[in-house]
């Protein structure tokens, strides 16, 4: 019979040997120690230099985590913020084309899209009137940024301002928000408003202050 310091230490040897190690961890265990050696050992010849495995390819998966980073992450984070989305408004559309196709949507319940419509008529509008740049590739922000540096912000006495209107648009076309009768009636005023507004400054400070008539 062993005392019960004699039995604790063997039981301690026998737990601690590799192979015991192994079976007891079982399958997964083993098929990471093989690899691990396999890392060790093995290694690639480029150009005639030797290259250990393990560290390439550490590398290759940071290196792959990165891209992923970059095609996959980043374009969702980017959608992810409406205020950064581009501005669309259909080549060929007039501003009346625009308020016309905004009252019809207004006229079928569908306020959300003629609220969206009404500010697409107000920058076409200005870009009728040569005191706005053409939109392509620009965010709806942006846009209500030139406009005010134009026509002033507009907002006040209750009335929607510029930035604001860019803010619905943005929420209603790109984050899923859904724009009321209210926003939509509130967005055709801004629109008025900036019909009948003289320009304070160009759009472009070069150019002449010109103001083409409504």
Not at 28 to 45: F, G, H, T, V
């Amino acid at each position: 019979m062993y005392d019960r310091d004699t039995a604790r230490r063997m039981l301690e040897e026998e737990l601690a040997d590799p192979a015991y190690q192994q079976q007891f961890s079982g399958p997964l265990r083993e098929a990471i120690d093989r690899l691990l050696r396999w890392l060790q050992q093995e290694a690639l010849s480029i150009g005639g230099l030797q290259i250990p495995a393990g560290p390439l390819i550490v590398l290759l998966g940071i290196a792959a985590a990165v891209a992923v980073a970059i095609l996959l992450v980043r374009p969702r984070l980017q959608r992810g913020d409406p205020a950064r989305q581009p501005m669309d408004i259909e080549e060929g559309m007039t501003s009346q084309m625009l308020r016309q196709r905004a009252d019809q949507h207004a006229a079928a319940g569908d306020y959300d899209a003629a609220a969206c419509d009404r500010f697409r008529a107000l920058v076409r509008s200005g870009e009728e009137r040569g005191v706005l740049r053409r939109t392509a590739g620009r965010t709806a922000t942006e846009i209500a940024a030139e406009l005010t540096g134009v026509f002033g912000a507009l907002d006040g006495d209750g009335h929607l301002g510029l930035s604001a209107a860019a803010a619905q648009f943005n929420l209603s076309r790109y984050g899923g928000h859904r724009l009321s009768r209210q926003d939509d009636e509130q967005m055709r005023r801004l629109d008025e408003r900036l019909q009948s507004a003289q320009p304070i400054s160009s759009a472009d400070p070069g150019s002449p202050r010109l103001v083409v008539p409504q």
